[in-house]
């Protein structure tokens, strides 16, 4: 079976928590993604980001809930960056974090991209770095080690930007998803037309990784930053629609449901244009389900022309009937593109330490 563990900090010995037992499919870890009977072992959130795209905003910044709740934040490390890329392009950008699967460490992975230094939005999309950049912590969240630069996909693409990994059981195998543009084997300077593909590629320690292959591929319209929602009614994923030609609703983000519970079966849209009317352009989105309330989740998204991380919240998550939360605010320094992450109470009292 699945075990999602994007933003999964869950204990050892936890076991596997539904609402109606086990599933035929992904069934996470007790997490900030996953359907629970009880939260009672988080107590707070952390927020990883970038805050922008110029010199010194691409890098690792971070902040911590001032409570259990998702909606006031206070910066870490001052508001000055916690992680920063001497890799690559040395820039970084739409991190995610992983558990890993023996619950020892945590792994960020983030986009190795670099526009402040001057490169084109078409440079970077066609002719981009196609690595990932990862980071290893310990479970403790305090110590991370040096920055790695890992190639995630071969000279058909051009790039790798916003990946996001899930433990499989099966495989025994993280799976990578990220979006890239391919080209032909004929076009090796990427001059042709091309549009963004959710991809997906394997590792077992974020060092190498198996040939990737198409995920999601909506046929010439592009998809970016595709994330994932495990409740107790199923598995969801949310992903943007970037520039398409078909759909009515480009600059946003839509939401599926699997149909299986399973990440690999087959997908129903269940709404789309999320937060029209209330907000503009958005992409980045990170789901989980509140920590003091299983019922509840919520939806953040990057409103990256205007106000930054914005919040939606539903108890019907189903319905995909997004209420927009004007109450919650992002850090200070204006988040882009990141990842919410629960927290238990040792992990909660080391990032408010470094407050």
């Known amino acids: 079976m699945w075990t999602t563990l994007k933003t999964s900090f869950v204990a050892a010995s936890l076991g596997f928590l539904t609402a109606s ?30 805050i922008g795209n110029s010199p010194g905003q691409e890098e690792i910044y971070a902040a911590v809930s001032r409570d259990n709740t998702p909606t006031a934040w206070d910066l870490i490390n001052s508001g000055s960056p916690i992680l920063t890329s001497n890799v690559g392009t040395l820039g970084v950008r739409d991190p995610s974090i992983v558990r890993s699967s023996d619950g020892t460490k945590f792994y960020l992975i983030a986009t190795d991209l670099n526009i402040g230094s001057g490169t084109s939005w078409g440079d970077a999309s066609q002719r981009g770095s196609r690595s990932i950049v990862v980071w290893e912590s310990s479970d403790d969240l305090k110590t991370w080690s040096e920055a790695r630069l890992v190639e995630v996909i071969g000279e058909e693409a051009g790039s790798a930007w916003a990946p996001e990994a899930l433990w499989n059981d099966q495989t025994g195998m993280y799976d990578v998803y990220f979006s890239a543009q391919l080209f032909d084997s004929n076009d090796t300077g990427h001059t042709g037309s091309s549009y963004y593909r959710i991809m ?39 992903i943007k629609n970037e520039n398409p030609t078909s759909d009515p609703h480009p600059l946003t983000v839509y939401q599926e449901k699997s149909d299986d519970g399973t990440v690999d079966g087959n997908w129903t849209k269940v709404t789309e244009n999320i937060g029209a009317g209330v907000i503009g352009a958005n992409e980045g989105p990170t789901a989980f389900v509140d920590i003091g309330d299983a019922n509840k989740a919520w939806l953040w998204v990057d409103e990256y022309n205007d106000r930054g991380y914005v919040a939606f919240n539903t108890e019907n998550v189903g319905q995909g009937s997004w209420t927009f939360d004007s109450s919650a605010g992002e850090p200070s320094n204006h988040a882009r593109h990141g990842t919410i992450i629960p927290l238990n109470q040792a992990q909660y009292d080391n990032l408010r330490a470094q407050v």
Do not use: H, W
């Open 21 to 50: 037992g086990a599933l035929a499919g992904p069934v996470p870890r007790d997490s900030g993604l996953a359907a629970r009977d009880t939260n009672s072992s988080y107590v707070g959130y952390a927020f990883y980001y970038f």
């Open 200 to 238: 997906k590629a394997s590792t077992t320690d974020f060092t190498s990784f198996s040939p990737a292959e198409v995920y999601v591929d909506r046929q010439g319209d592009s998809v970016l930053d595709m994330t994932f929602l495990q409740t107790n009614n199923g598995l969801y994923r949310f």
